[in-house]
């Protein structure tokens, strides 16, 4: 197998996005990630004042996302002028209401792409360059999730429904040859080894509807998250979060709660289970499936949470979920609060190759335990802080 080399790879694109967008004006989105930072850097290298950057403010970026993006490119080596364009109102009155997480990803990337349409038309552009990658492909065709930025390989007339041809330079990558890339191009580190972060970003990450405290809380969770695990360096790592409202049916729950009492010696009236009202994505044969998520939560004798081995947990998810075919999810709590709240969050950490299956990060009990702390502290909607001890398969690597 031919090792990558990114130099190699950086000259012939130049010379193929050349060709493919001749002497058009195009336009490329900016998200902060590692994808579309380094395909709008190599696009400029190769059509330099040709191309149009912009930055979607879409409402679910991380705090204070923008400014950081456009402060990058924008600076030498760079010196990729950006325009931020804010269309926050416009998305979350678009995904208003919505709960199916399929629903919420069509939505967004209809919403995205009318925008991208407007903004092409707005600046002269004929041409749309993005940073689609391999993995991409792999999961909307394979009909894992429909991931926003895969269009014609869905059979969508990109000319035909919004008025521009879509050139991607690095859809035939995976990841780690994105960060190669994004590397041997100069990007500091704080972008080439950025968390990879959804096309719909934190859209997909609150799970069911989108409120507007429902969103601030999972950014103030996500700053912690990211701060804290970093550590540790996870493949990727990130907050999730959930209403704190339970299933009409809680089918199994008594036998999952005895499950857990056998498999990690607790006795079962220490054993708190529920299932969520809201479902999470995931994949069983190749395929894409809803599935519940099961909180649980283990104390001990003298009421504090049951602390073993993260493997010990992550195995007594598989049981779960083998004898529970309707899971798609195990989260385990790290803190919980007496009183109930609003929400939950869930804390998620893989190790992964390919992203097409990852691992349970095995992170320590005590930085666990210190995010769910400040979590809690700074978020007082928050009633449980919950580790999520599902590989993919069965789940997702986001939940939605």
């Given at each position: 197998?031919e090792i990558?080399?990114?130099?190699?790879?950086?000259?012939?694109?130049?010379?193929?996005?050349?060709?493919?967008v001749?002497?058009?004006?195009?336009?490329?989105?900016?998200?902060?990630?590692?994808d579309?930072?380094?395909?709008?850097?190599?696009?400029?290298?190769?059509?330099?004042?040709?191309?149009?950057?912009?930055?979607?403010d879409?409402a679910?970026?991380r705090?204070?996302e923008?400014?950081?993006?456009a402060?990058?490119l924008s600076?030498?080596?760079f010196?990729?002028p950006?325009?931020?364009?804010?269309?926050?109102?416009r998305?979350l009155?678009?995904m208003?209401g919505?709960?199916?997480a399929?629903?919420k990803?069509?939505?967004?990337?209809?919403?995205?792409?009318?925008?991208l349409?407007e903004t092409?038309?707005?600046?002269?552009?004929?041409?749309?360059?993005?940073g689609?990658?391999?993995?991409?492909?792999?999961e909307?065709?394979?009909?894992?999730?429909?991931q926003?930025?895969?269009l014609?390989?869905?059979g969508?007339?990109?000319?035909?429904?919004y008025?521009?041809?879509?050139?991607?330079?690095?859809?035939?990558?995976?990841?780690?040859?994105v960060?190669?890339?994004?590397?041997y191009?100069g990007?500091?580190a704080e972008?080439?080894?950025?968390?990879?972060?959804?096309?719909?970003?934190?859209?997909?990450?609150v799970?069911?509807?989108i409120h507007?405290?429902?969103?601030?809380t999972?950014?103030?969770?996500?700053?912690?998250?990211?701060r804290?695990?970093a550590?540790?360096?996870?493949?990727?790592?990130?907050?999730?979060?959930?209403s704190?409202?339970?299933?009409?049916?809680?089918?199994?729950?008594t036998h999952?709660?005895?499950?857990?009492?056998?498999?990690?010696?607790?006795?079962?009236?220490n054993?708190?289970?529920?299932?969520?009202?809201?479902?999470?994505?995931?994949v069983?044969g190749?395929?894409?499936?809803y599935?519940e998520?099961?909180?649980?939560?283990?104390q001990t004798i003298?009421?504090?949470v049951?602390?073993t081995a993260?493997?010990n947990?992550?195995?007594?998810?598989?049981?779960?979920i083998?004898?529970?075919?309707a899971?798609?999810?195990?989260?385990?709590?790290v803190?919980?609060?007496?009183?109930?709240?609003p929400?939950?969050?869930?804390?998620?950490a893989?190790?992964?190759?390919n992203?097409?299956?990852?691992?349970?990060?095995?992170?320590p009990?005590?930085?666990?335990?210190?995010?769910?702390?400040?979590?809690i502290?700074?978020?007082p909607?928050?009633?449980t802080?919950?580790?999520?001890?599902?590989?993919k398969?069965?789940a997702?690597?986001?939940?939605?």
């Open positions: 197998m990558f080399n990114p130099k190699k790879f950086v000259e012939v694109e130049i010379e193929e996005i050349k060709k493919s001749g002497g058009e004006k195009a336009l490329v989105a900016v998200s902060g990630g590692v579309s930072t380094a395909c709008a850097v190599l696009t400029h290298k190769a059509i330099g004042e040709n191309l149009v950057c912009v930055m979607l879409d679910f970026m705090e204070g923008p400014d950081r993006v402060e990058i600076k030498p080596p010196n990729v950006i325009k931020i364009v804010d269309v926050r109102e998305f009155q678009a208003k919505l709960r199916d399929e629903e990803r069509k939505v967004f990337r209809e919403t995205f792409y009318q925008i349409s092409a038309k707005k600046e002269g552009c004929k041409i749309l360059v993005q689609t990658i391999r993995a991409d492909i792999v909307t065709v394979g009909g894992i999730k429909t926003h930025n895969v014609e390989q869905m969508i007339n990109t000319m035909e429904r008025g521009f041809k879509v050139v991607e330079p690095l859809v035939t990558l995976y990841k780690e040859q960060r190669m890339v994004a590397r191009l990007l500091p972008t080439s080894e950025r968390q990879p972060f959804p096309g719909p970003g934190l859209s997909v990450r799970v069911g509807e507007p405290d429902k969103l601030e999972l950014k103030k969770a996500t700053a912690i998250v990211e804290e695990l550590q540790h360096k996870p493949s990727q790592y990130f907050a999730v979060i959930i704190n409202e339970e299933a009409l049916q809680q089918r199994g729950i999952i709660r005895e499950t857990v009492a056998r498999l990690l010696n607790v006795p079962s009236r054993i708190h289970a529920k299932i969520f009202r809201d479902k999470a994505t995931g069983k190749g395929e894409r499936r599935g998520i099961v909180g649980i939560k283990v003298n009421g504090k049951h602390q993260i493997r947990i992550v195995s007594l998810q598989a049981r779960i083998t004898e529970n075919p899971v798609a999810r195990v989260f385990y709590a803190k919980d609060l007496p009183e109930k709240k929400y939950v969050i869930g804390i998620r893989v190790q992964t190759k992203f097409l299956t990852a691992q349970v990060s095995e992170i009990w005590t930085t666990l335990n210190k995010v769910a702390e400040e979590i502290v700074k978020s909607n928050v009633s802080v919950y580790y999520d001890v599902t590989p398969p069965p997702t690597i986001e939940m939605e």
